[in-house]
């Protein structure tokens, strides 16, 4: 596609339901990185995927919190048993090469965000 | 820890000035540094990067500076306009996954 897609773009959950929220990175890019923005904050680094090396998840805040990427392409970042500390925008964005590429080749493409609201 | 400081929460300044943010980081030695715009309701968009080898990066009306010395980089939009306000966030990296600030939010008054 022409750019970084994430779905849904909002979502209203309760307390205690578990939700995925989808990422379709561009075309050939092999890196993947999710972050989370809480309102009137900068951006918090959750996990990082680079080709078939094993995801860097040192950004992840709980165990309740996973991500895979599958084929190389698509990721799903799952929260489990969600709390209301929770809500934020989950924004996804790919790069051509990730860290170990150059400069250049980890400019990051994002999506617009899953706006996540847990009642 | 690395630690990231964008000096102004919120910057306004009249149509037609030049808007300077700074970027302070601690902790690290990066080995380039991007600058990114953020819209509201939107995710950020890169603009800039600069490695730490060049002094100065420009493309039209902004220009960046990195100074490894004083773990300093500058951001500068000339000649100002409404449509440059946005949340401007600042991300020096290496071989990590990008950390960035926490923005300043940049309004140009007519």
């Known amino acids: 596609g022409a750019g970084v897609s994430q779905s849904p773009s909002n979502k209203v959950t309760e307390k205690g339901k578990d939700v995925e929220l989808r990422c379709d990175p561009i075309s050939g890019h092999t890196a993947l990185y999710w972050y989370r923005q809480s309102l009137g904050q900068g951006l918090e680094f959750l996990i990082y995927f680079q080709g078939n090396s094993a995801p860097d998840k040192s950004g992840l805040p709980s165990d309740r919190f996973s991500a895979e990427r599958t084929g190389g392409s698509v990721s799903t970042l799952t929260i489990q048993r969600t709390q209301q500390e929770d809500s934020a925008v989950y924004l996804c964005a790919s790069s051509f090469a990730g860290t170990s590429g150059g400069a250049s080749k980890n400019i990051q493409y994002f999506g617009a965000g899953t706006r996540l609201s847990v009642l | 820890s690395q630690k990231i400081e964008q000096n102004s929460e919120a910057l306004n300044i009249q149509e037609g000035k030049t808007a300077t943010l700074t970027c302070n980081y601690t902790?690290?030695?990066?080995?380039?540094l991007q600058w990114y715009r953020q819209d509201p309701g939107r995710g950020p968009v890169f603009l800039l990067l600069i490695r730490e080898n060049e002094k100065e990066k420009r493309k039209e009306r902004l220009k960046v500076t990195f100074d490894t010395t004083l773990k300093q980089s500058l951001f500068h939009i000339t000649a100002s306009q409404p449509a440059d306000s946005a949340t401007y966030l600042c991300a020096p990296s290496g071989n990590t996954p990008l950390v960035f600030g926490k923005g300043t939010r940049l309004s140009v008054i007519a």
């Open positions: 902790n690290y030695s990066p080995a380039y």
